[in-house]
């Protein structure tokens, strides 16, 4: 009667643990098929928008199911302290028990590859997308650097037009122009007069127009640059020993299960 007695508890305890743990992996399972079932896809994008949206969904998708891989592992956890309470309370495995310890090692197994691989995923897709984020950053610089050098061209043609100098001095003398728009005019017969006096003025406005744009360039580089490297570091890690991590829960588990067929024979 007193060892009954002394068992009950262990049993229940067991039972709470495996409890606790199937439903930990059950919903995380589920969470993890929600986030692979594919989002909808717009269908006015080109090949290469559709190829860097693939990219975002990747790294998306793959650093929320790294983010959220230590769920299972603690439900794994529950599982087998349950299973190992069983074993030291002498209690024979049967009905759910017996099925439950086989089934999380071989989860325990496809769950260490399945992060192993993620790693590389993860970690290739961001090194991808950070390879585009530094060809649009560059390809926008250009774009302003090219728009820069033609304003000033014009500016340059402009000063040294005096037809269009007369006409402008013609709308400011007319009195047809007041206000706001006006005192822009003025601002910018200003700025021709200057630039058709002294040329060297022009050039200078350009160039420290290129410097901020060349600046904010390589700043927003160093910037996404930065994120990158902490973003697949953070996510490369972390997969990376999660999948250790189950493999070697796998690993105990099966260790466990042959010391105790074993045991018995010595």
């Known amino acids: 009667m007193k060892a009954t007695s002394s068992r009950q508890p262990s049993s229940v305890a067991a039972g709470i643990f495996q409890l606790v743990g199937t439903i930990m992996i059950v919903s995380s399972l589920i969470d993890y098929a929600v986030l692979l079932f594919p989002p909808v896809t717009p ?145 910018i017969k200003q700025q021709l007069e200057q630039f058709k006096q002294d040329p060297k003025a022009l050039d200078q406005r350009v160039k420290d127009a290129q410097t901020q744009i060349r600046s904010e360039r390589d700043q927003t580089l160093k910037q996404s640059r930065q994120e990158y490297i902490k973003s697949s570091v953070r996510s490369g890690v972390s997969s990376a020993l999660l999948g250790i991590g189950y493999l070697g829960i796998a690993w105990s588990g099966v260790s466990g299960l042959v010391g105790g067929v074993k045991a018995p024979r010595r």
Do not use: C, H, Y
Not at 46 to 70: A, C, F, K, M, Y
Not at 80 to 107: E, H, M, R, V
């Open 43 to 187: 269908a006015n994008l080109n090949p290469e928008q559709l190829q860097l949206l693939g990219l975002q969904q990747t790294v998306s998708v793959t650093t929320q199911l790294i983010d959220r891989g230590i769920i299972p592992m603690v439900g794994l956890a529950f599982l087998f302290a349950g299973f190992w309470i069983d074993s030291n309370s002498g209690a024979t495995k049967k009905g759910l028990s017996a099925i439950l310890q086989p089934a999380s090692l071989a989860l325990s197994v496809i769950l260490g590859i399945a992060f192993l691989a993620l790693t590389f995923v993860n970690v290739n897709s961001q090194r991808l997308l950070n390879q585009r984020t530094v060809e649009q950053i560059s390809t926008r610089s250009q774009q302003a650097e090219t728009q820069l050098k033609d304003r000033s061209q014009q500016v340059a043609a402009l000063a040294n037009d005096p037809q269009r100098l007369s006409e402008l001095d013609q709308a400011l003398g007319s009195g047809r122009i007041q206000g706001q728009q006006r005192e822009q005019l003025q601002a």
